[in-house]
């Protein structure tokens, strides 16, 4: 079977992954974008529900994989009102029109609606969102499920993959401090489990495979990156992957801003007894992405 797939956020770093992983499965896929519309994607503003009720009833999609949000934890602190009408109001819509239109929907959500002090968590251990960014992907969570109850959630961790510019990735960007002559200090406290993008987009589409088998299939699935790093151990493993001389010195405090979960690692289990396991090493992965930018 070849289902017809609705993207939200396809011009992001997740999204343009998913559209491409899922045209290379011969899907149709049908790509929303908001702020960087590109060839191919279809502009939406999801905080409209009329322009998005229209849309999804002319499409009628099979499958709604809504990636679309506001990830930047910074941004999230000084605009939460504005940042929940997306990550939360448009969420529980757009739950809600896939629902009358027979189509499932995969929620992407984060490693943030806990506060990292007793990982690796599972996906029915208590919440319990440290900022807001968490707060609204977590108050997303629940709209999805409360407008469809047989939605899935799909948790994930830090993200990076091939970028338009170098700081569309919070690792992406610690590029430039191990290319900078002057000395710099990165953040070697907070433990992470980076994701290659199209590894997170490899596993929507197994886990969309599984629900055409099984339709009973709904609930939380989470996915870790298999390897513990720091900033500082991201930006040492790119400075080896490039053999770049640099000026790099770990810092022990925790990242500044909003304020991140110390140790937040997702359980996988629930994506691996089903068979669904993707994972590239970083220092690989992080070469392939950025080779253009050395």
């Not at 959630?153 to 191990?178: F, W």
């Not at 991140?260 to 089903?274: G, I, Q, V």
Request: aromatic residues 8%.
């Amino acid at each position: 079977m070849s289902p017809k797939v609705l993207v939200t956020g396809a011009s992001g770093l997740l999204g343009r992954a998913i559209m491409r992983i899922f045209k290379e499965a011969g899907w149709e896929t049908v790509g929303l974008a908001y702020s960087r519309v590109g060839p191919g994607l279809v502009k939406c503003d999801l905080t409209k529900p009329e322009e998005v009720k229209s849309l999804v009833e002319k499409e009628k999609p099979e499958f709604i994989v809504h990636a679309a949000a506001e990830r930047a934890p910074d941004a999230v602190e000084n605009r939460y009102d504005e940042v929940c009408k997306l990550n939360v109001n448009a969420s529980g819509q757009l739950a809600a029109l896939a629902k009358s239109v027979g189509a499932r929907i995969i929620y992407v959500s984060t490693d943030y609606v806990f506060d990292g002090t007793s990982p690796p968590y599972k996906a029915t251990d208590p919440t319990n969102p440290l900022n807001k960014y968490g707060i609204t992907k977590l108050e997303g969570e629940k709209a999805v499920v409360a407008a469809n109850p047989r939605a899935c959630i799909l948790r994930i961790p830090l993200l990076y993959g091939k970028v338009e510019t170098i700081d569309e990735s919070a690792v992406t960007c610690l590029l430039k401090l191990v290319k900078s002559s002057e000395e710099k200090y990165v953040s070697h406290y907070e433990r992470r489990y980076p994701c290659l993008v199209d590894d997170i987009a490899r596993i929507l589409r197994d886990l969309v495979l599984q629900l055409i088998k099984d339709d009973s299939i709904t609930g939380i699935f989470q996915w870790s990156g298999k390897q513990r790093l720091t900033k500082y151990d991201m930006a040492m493993a790119m400075a080896h992957a490039f053999s770049l001389k640099h000026n790099i010195k770990p810092d022990p405090n925790s990242v500044p801003g909003a304020q991140r979960p110390f140790d937040a690692e997702l359980d996988r289990s629930r994506l691996e007894n089903l068979g669904i396991s993707h994972h590239m090493d970083f220092e690989t992965a992080i070469k392939e992405c950025l080779s253009e930018w050395v």
